[in-house]
C-alpha cells in the first residue's frame, strides 16, 4: 500500500539558514510526487513536482527537491530561509490514479 | 487566471443546521476533489468527480453528508444535520484530468464551525 511519512512535526531555523524537510515514501512503482505549502488561512499551493527525468527539480519560491529511489525519500530544500516561509509543508504521492496519499506535514517556523 | 474559488471563506452555525459549501473549480479542469482537513485526521479525501460524475465517494463520512457537480464549474458539499464533529477546515480542488502526474489545485478552503 501507498504511505507518506514525514518524519518531523515541527521544525525551527533561524532566518537565512538552510532547510531540509524531509519526506520517506512507499510505492511499488515510480510514483508521482509533489510538495505542497499550506500558510495559515490559505489552500494547499503546489512547490514543485516530480515525475521522471532528471532527479534535482526546482520549483517556486527558491525551493528544490530531490528524488532518490534507493532512500525512498523525496527531500525539500532551500538554501536560505526568509521569514516568509513560516508555513506548514506537505509531501503527496500519486499512482496512476487521481488518489494522492498526503503526508502528516512539518510546520516550519523561522527566527528572525 | 483564476484559481479554485471557494465559498463561505467561514462558516458557524448552530449544531442540526443544514450546510453548504460551494466551489467553482478551475476553467477546462475536469477533475474535482473535495478535501477536509483536521488536526486529528489530517487531510482527508471526502470525494471525487471527473466529468461532473461522482467517482468515489469512499471517504464521505455518513449519510448526512452529500456532494453534486450540476455543471463543470460548479460544485457543492452539503451536510445536513450538521454537527459539532464535523468543525473543520474543507478544501475544494481541480486537476486538468484525473491522471495521476496532474498536480490538484485547492482553493482557499471553507473553515466550517458547528456550535
Known amino acids: 500500500a501507498q504511505s507518506v511519512t514525514q518524519p518531523d512535526i515541527h521544525i525551527t531555523v533561524s532566518e537565512g539558514a538552510s532547510l531540509e524537510l524531509r519526506c520517506n515514501y512507499s510505492?511499488?512503482?515510480?510514483?508521482?510526487l509533489f510538495w505542497y505549502v499550506q500558510s495559515p488561512g490559505q489552500g494547499l499551493q503546489l512547490l514543485l513536482k516530480?515525475?521522471?527525468?532528471?532527479?534535482l527539480v526546482q520549483g517556486i519560491k527558491g525551493f528544490e527537491a530531490e528524488f532518490k529511489r534507493s532512500q525512498s525519500s523525496f527531500n525539500l530544500r532551500k538554501p536560505s530561509v526568509h521569514w516568509s516561509d513560516a508555513a506548514e509543508y506537505f509531501c503527496?504521492?500519486?499512482?496512476?490514479?487521481?488518489?494522492?496519499?498526503f503526508g502528516t506535514g512539518t510546520r516550519l517556523k523561522v527566527l528572525a | 487566471d483564476a484559481g479554485v474559488i471557494q465559498s463561505p471563506r467561514h462558516e458557524v452555525t448552530e449544531m442540526g443546521q443544514e450546510v453548504t459549501l460551494r466551489c467553482k473549480p478551475i476553467s477546462g479542469h475536469n477533475s474535482l476533489f473535495w478535501y477536509r482537513q483536521t488536526m486529528m485526521r489530517g487531510l482527508e479525501l471526502l470525494i471525487y468527480f471527473n466529468n461532473n460524475v461522482p467517482i468515489d465517494d469512499s471517504g464521505m463520512p455518513e449519510d448526512r453528508f452529500s456532494a453534486k457537480m450540476p455543471n463543470a464549474s460548479f460544485s457543492t458539499l452539503k451536510i445536513q444535520p450538521s454537527e459539532p464533529r464535523d468543525s473543520a477546515v474543507y478544501f475544494c480542488?481541480?486537476?486538468?484530468?484525473?491522471?495521476?502526474?496532474?498536480?490538484?489545485?485547492f482553493g482557499d478552503g471553507t473553515r466550517l464551525s458547528i456550535l
Open positions: 503527496a504521492v500519486g499512482s496512476g490514479t487521481y488518489k494522492y496519499i
Open positions: 510505492y511499488g512503482a515510480t510514483p508521482y
Open positions: 480542488a481541480s486537476s486538468l484530468t484525473q491522471a495521476g502526474n496532474q498536480p490538484q489545485h
Open positions: 516530480y515525475f521522471s527525468g532528471d532527479t
